[in-house]
């Protein structure tokens, strides 16, 4: 079994007017972009990475294309791994029923992810789209850069998230790269923090010896 069967690259799920669309989007709101953090895979410390995103106000234009071709994107997923054979692709279908966030992410020249995963409770799959080619550098890679997926403008990946995916953005050396993204999710983001609330008081209500809880060293 070779694990890059799991993964799904659509060339062309957006066109090259929905991309540069996208693109305008987040040059009239780069004032209002952020940095973000993760783990990175390889030492276990918070690394801030190094491009800006913005998230996209819902029920916009540029919300609805992203919406829409994530949606197909799952689909065709499924299908894709239909064809294996293998997996339990009903189930699957049914815990990607929401998006975290739709975003719109630059990378400058210099900027990189480290290597690190999109894995969290309730986080099944991550969809990514590449909304341009004029940059050099800013490949996509899995498994502590064993792998190199090379994508275009408008093509677009999609992935299990969880612990096992280890991916990065190396650094860009010429020009900007954008993309866009979302991580996929079987609960709304209204109802993870009640459910996190519940999970820590849960644990801590437990008692010692609980037949139910069982702490591994």
């Known amino acids: 079994m070779n694990l890059l069967d799991l993964i799904l690259i659509s060339k062309e799920a957006l066109t090259i007017d929905q991309c540069d669309m996208l693109i305008e989007e987040f040059k009239q709101r780069e004032f ?9 895979s390889q030492t276990g410390l918070l690394e801030e990475a190094s491009y800006k995103t913005i998230s996209l106000r819902p029920n916009t ?32 279908k049914q815990s990607l029923k929401y998006s975290h966030d739709y975003r719109i992410l630059k990378y400058s020249s210099g900027s990189k992810i480290h290597p690190h995963t999109d894995w969290d409770l309730f986080t099944i799959g991550s ?32 992935w299990p998230a969880d612990c096992f995916w280890v991916h990065e953005v190396k650094e860009v050396i010429e020009g900007e790269r954008y993309c ?38």
């Open 180 to 217: 866009a993204n979302s991580f996929l999710t079987c609960l709304p983001d209204d109802y993870v923090d009640e459910v996190f609330e519940k999970i820590n008081r849960d644990m801590s209500d437990r008692e010692e010896g609980s037949p139910y809880l069982h702490e591994l060293n």
């Open 32 to 40: 209002d972009s952020e940095k973000e953090s993760s783990l990175n």
């Open 61 to 92: 234009e540029c919300f609805k294309i992203l919406h829409s071709a994530t949606g197909k994107m799952i689909t065709s997923w499924m299908r894709h791994l239909e064809e294996h054979d293998m997996y339990n692709t009903k189930l699957l």
């Open 127 to 158: 969809c990514s789209f590449i909304l341009n080619n004029e940059f050099k550098g800013g490949d996509f890679y899995f498994f502590n850069g064993k792998n190199k997926i090379s994508l275009n403008k408008g093509d677009a990946i999609i």
